[in-house]
């Protein structure tokens, strides 16, 4: 029984990492094109002047991660991470 729920867990941290790497792609200076490339079209985008986010919910199969956001400022990204990390207000 102890085996299994180990090997559950241990299950479950794979999937949840596969699912945050993707972000590991993305670098400051990068444009929308290759942000798409490298982590694929976002679920939602929001634009305000110069200034555009992606917003990405990342899943592994069934497994659901987190929230992640890029911001694009100038074209540029600028910012990214998890929704909440940096208390933004986004």
């Known amino acids: 029984m102890k085996g299994m729920r180990l090997a559950v867990l ?31 079209a976002p679920n939602s985008t929001s634009e305000m002047g110069n200034t555009a986010y992606l917003n990405y919910q990342l899943y592994s199969d069934w497994v659901f991660t987190n929230r992640y956001f890029v911001r694009l400022t100038d074209g540029r990204v600028d910012a990214f991470g998890r929704v909440g990390a940096f208390n933004l207000g986004y």
């Open 10 to 40: 241990l299950l479950a941290a794979l999937l949840l990492f596969g699912c945050a790497s993707k972000m590991n792609e993305v670098r400051l200076g990068m444009t929308r094109e290759q942000v798409v490339e490298a982590i694929g």
